[in-house]
């Protein structure tokens, strides 16, 4: 049995653009946010406003010297009451607490670092 079998139709190579109309050319856009959105995401930047949704914030106005001095304290007190804590635990915990001491302590360090060069600095003029 012999089936006839019709050629496909001939398509325009115009009419298979996605801007062929308005309507296609919105519609490919729109594929192209919803891909990028999935396949290209934005990394967003946490800048200090993002932190601690927006309840605390540093002055504009406020110096350099001021800031160290306020971080310096901040880790020292950070410091004290993980040394305190320490005490009242065992084993692990005791531990975890000590590392986290440890970090303060680094955090103290480079915190007094920067407030002698900001002495430094403020000396020089």
């Known amino acids: 049995m012999f089936k006839i079998t019709p050629n496909p139709p001939e398509i325009d190579p115009t009419d298979t653009s996605p801007y062929a109309s308005q309507d296609s050319r919105k519609l490919h856009e729109a594929a192209e946010r919803a891909l990028d959105h999935y396949l290209k995401p934005d990394i967003p930047s946490r800048n200090s406003v993002d932190r601690g949704m927006q309840m605390f914030m540093v002055s504009p106005e406020i ?58 600095i403020a000396n020089k003029t």
């Open 63 to 120: 110096n350099s010297e001021a800031i160290a001095i306020q971080t310096y304290e901040t880790f020292s007190s950070v410091s004290i009451l993980l040394l305190d804590l320490a005490d009242s635990l065992e084993d692990k915990p005791r531990h975890l607490a000590m590392a986290i001491y440890q970090l303060s302590e680094m955090g103290l360090l480079l915190a007094e670092k920067t407030l002698d060069s900001e002495r430094a």
